[in-house]
């Protein structure tokens, strides 16, 4: 049985703008499960400049399931963009430091929503923007140049700005059936033995 190398950077020969994403991952605050794999137009080391406004004294974390499809130019805006929005204004005189850090908010204070979490089997199209704190569900498409502001439920197709339900790719109960089957936390020798079942339409 011969199975693609989980760690192994670039999993195509001779193409080297797609790879395995777990493996050239170096913030640990980012979290990628095996196989998702990352396409871009440039360099795959693109990805790590494409999560925005993430500090580490922020903390919040981008986790990625496993088996997901994620195209050039996905940007996931993290937490540090967030300004604190209850006073007369929202600008952060604070970060300018002088006589300005006696603005400093409280972290209470500032609006703060949460890791990001894509889930297993995700599909998120070309140019897509994911905001701070939202979940994707499993085996959810983020439509090419959607903004997702919000949770998207499992199995889902969303589209445009702000991102809204196209419609469920399957019947809830399907839905349901395959959220409990967990096809992505199978051995990888059963998912391989298995790939017909996997991929053929789902009836």
């Known amino acids: 049985m011969q199975i693609p190398d989980k760690n192994e950077i670039f999993p195509l020969p001779h193409y080297n ?14 979290i990628v499960g095996d196989y998702t794999y990352y396409d871009d137009f440039d360099n795959v080391e693109n990805f790590e400049k494409n999560v925005k406004y993430h500090f580490d004294f922020i903390g919040d ?32 005189f604070y970060i300018f430091g002088k006589d300005w850090v006696k603005s400093t908010p409280k972290a209470e204070d500032l609006p703060y929503k949460g890791d990001t979490i894509i889930e297993n089997d995700v599909w998120i199209g070309h140019n897509v923007t994911i905001m701070p704190g939202v979940k994707i569900g499993n085996g959810a498409i983020i439509s090419t140049n959607s903004t997702v502001t919000k949770d998207v439920e499992p199995y ?35 998912i391989t033995e298995k790939l017909e079942f996997l991929t053929e339409k789902l009836k």
């Open 17 to 30: 703008k797609l790879c395995f994403l777990k493996n050239i991952i170096k913030n640990p605050n980012i």
């Open 156 to 190: 889902s197709i969303v589209g445009g700005n702000p991102a809204k339900e196209i419609k469920k790719r399957f019947s809830q109960e399907k839905i349901d059936e395959l959220l409990a089957m967990e096809w992505w936390n199978w051995e990888i020798e059963k």
């Open 61 to 92: 974390k981008l986790i990625i399931g496993k088996f997901c499809m994620i195209a050039s130019d996905v940007k996931f805006i993290m937490n540090g963009a967030n300004h604190k929005m209850d006073g007369i204004t929202a600008y952060p």
